[in-house]
């Protein structure tokens, strides 16, 4: 493992958290930011790469205000972006009239079910700004459920005892994802915001210690080349389709952020990786990816397995006396709404304890038969009708008459690309928002979380903070896109596509990422250990290699040419699994979603707060590609004044 620096001994990270009370320190700061005049907007360039709720959202209102916005996607319109794929609904701590909630319970609810390694003024800015974010997604026209008399419908999740969620049927991503894309579009037909579909970002673009650009490609006619900007956003989403069968859509990659980090962005917390409890198992080992089924299934649905191991029976056959419903056993105080970890640690713990079910005995069972006796088939069609038909269209079952199967599935990736409070990275002009960075969650994310944070990025953060940073530049020219620097990213990204056709291998790109898939499941899954970890090292190590000597990308590059894309991205994944693992070694301890069998209790996470209640963050000492990086780690040290850490216990 080639580790630079160990933690602790590494130059102190800034993050810039404003010192006092955090439950007032987003109202400080925000009092503390720089404006620039409307009448200078425009002359300041900001590059904003991802359409999704927090790319979006961030284009949208940088462009209401008048700057001049870029906004790239590599999807052919901003409505494809994959916030449409979280579907259960969005917190906010509105405190209802009936249950108790609060700013104080969402953030301790979030702190705790972060294993306590969030930043605690980052997670109340999240819950002050969510009492916001409602009111402005239902202006922009997203459809929430309501009750009779008219109010907003809420509903549970995961890892917590109050109804917070507020939810469009099974489709929220979806709802809030089209109201963030009219919002874009609208400032595209304003002349603000300039879209450039069908781009993807290959390199980043720095001199001085600043984003001064980045480096695109045209995945229609091939062609590199470079926008200068003052700032950038990259809001690029997640890392989870790095197992390849993750919940993801298959175009998503790592791609932009991963050619930041080997630019000098560092990268914080990369082995934290969430499997969702509620995804399809993998049904036949030709398919390309498994589909989420929402956690809000479990506000209804109660999960089951035979209690006698490699029980063939049918589901129907099996009374209810033979049936262990081992959430609600072990956990009776949250039962099936335990937190998003915990429910995937048990139910792949009863798997592979030999009680699975289904044909390949790799699933459990979410079972409807209690709700349907006594809420009835119309109050489940009209809380989850389009999941159930969606789970029907997949599997041929109908979930009314017979329990779903399910199994955990790689999902949201905690780690990310590090920022600080003002979700500005390490890089001066490069700001990072929604899954791509690392904020909010710590080791495990709450269900709902995700596209609340999306949302206060995109909406109510990047648009206070990108101009503070704009304000501090004097009228700063925009660079010229024939600066050495970005000729020299331009070239490099050039070399690389041309590496990447000339590899004259057999095999497809594909081929690696199930081989990548395959170890990073078996030696960095739910759970991991220091042997399986090495193991895994090596095998991506081997496979880093192979990759780059039997790789087949036929084709060139003036054209479409969705093969070299894949193999651009496939490269970007065997290099960032690699610190993942290395990620994983690290930290010697478990907490959240990440889960060391030698540091455990009773079968929970053994956290090490006396060590390890810290950021691990990460930076890549070569640029030179496809060379393997040297690591050098730092620990950002957390601290709580508010929620106290505590043994986490749902039981």
Known sequence: MRIRQKHGKAPAINSNIPPGDPATAWDRR????????????????????????????????????????????????????????AQGGINAAREGALDADSLTRFV???????????????????????????????ALGTPFAREYGGTLATRSFGGVQVSRTFYSR???????????????????????????????????????????????????????????????????????????????????????????????????????????????????????????????????????????????????????????????RKYPAFGNLTPRDIASRAGSERIRSGYGVGPMKNSVYLDFSAAMKTKGKPYLAEQYGNLFQMYQSATGEDPYAVPMRIAPGAHFTMGGLWTDYDLMSNIEGLFVGGEAGFTYHGANRLGANSLLSAAVD???VLPLSVPNYLAGLS???????????????????????????SVGGNAPPEQFHRELGDI?????????????????????????????????????RHHVNQTLERASRVADFLELAELMIV??????????AHFRSEYQSDGEALRDDEHWSSVSVWESMSDSLPERARFLA???????????????SYR
């Not at 730092?634 to 986490?648: C, D, N, T």
Request: aromatic share 8%; charged share 25%; net charge neutral.
């Open 30 to 85: 925000r009092a503390e930011y720089r404006l620039v005049s409307p009448l200078k907007r425009h002359d300041y360039r900001i590059v904003v790469v991802g359409t999704g709720l927090a790319g979006g959202a961030a284009a949208a209102a940088l462009g209401e205000l008048g700057y001049d916005v870029q906004a790239i996607t590599y999807h052919d319109a901003p409505r494809r972006a994959h916030s449409v794929a």
């Open 108 to 138: 301790k609810d979030t702190v705790k079910g972060g294993d306590f390694r969030a930043r605690e003024a980052e997670v109340f800015r999240l819950g002050q700004e969510s009492m916001r974010v409602i009111d402005h997604l239902n």
């Open 170 to 328: 099974g489709q929220t991503g979806q709802q809030l994802q089209i109201a963030t894309a009219g919002a874009l579009l609208r400032q595209v037909n304003r002349g603000t915001v300039t879209l450039h579909p069908r781009t993807e970002l290959l390199d980043l673009v720095v001199e001085d210690g600043r984003a001064q650009g980045v480096i695109v490609r045209n995945l229609v006619d091939g062609t590199v080349s470079a926008i200068p900007a003052h700032a950038v956003v990259l809001a690029t989403g997640g890392y989870g389709s790095v197992f390849y069968y993750s919940t993801l859509a298959i175009s998503s990659n790592a791609t932009a952020a991963w050619r930041a980090h080997r630019r000098g962005a560092w990268l914080a917390n990369p082995s934290f990786v969430q499997f969702h409890p509620t995804a399809l198992p993998v049904s036949s080992p030709w398919q390309s990816k498994t589909t989420l089924m929402s956690e809000s299934l479990r506000n209804d649905g109660r999960i089951w397995v035979p209690k006698k191991a490699n029980d063939s029976r049918d589901p129907l056959q099996i009374p209810e006396s033979e049936r262990d419903y081992y959430l609600e």
């Open 458 to 460: 995109g909406w109510f």
């Open 475 to 501: 009228d700063q020219s925009l660079p010229d896109r024939h600066h050495h620097a970005f000729v020299a990213a331009t070239r490099n990204v050039e070399d690389r596509v041309r590496k990447l056709l």
């Open 520 to 556: 990073l499941y078996a030696g960095v899954g739910v759970e991991r250990n220091e042997a399986s970890l090495r193991e895994s090292l090596d095998s991506v190590i081997r496979l880093q290699g192979r990759f780059w000597r039997e790789v087949s990308v036929p084709g060139g």
């Open 583 to 592: 990620d994983a070694l690290h930290r010697e301890e478990s907490c959240g």
């Open 634 to 648: 730092r620990q950002e040290p957390l601290e709580f004044s508010v929620v106290e850490p505590e043994i986490r």
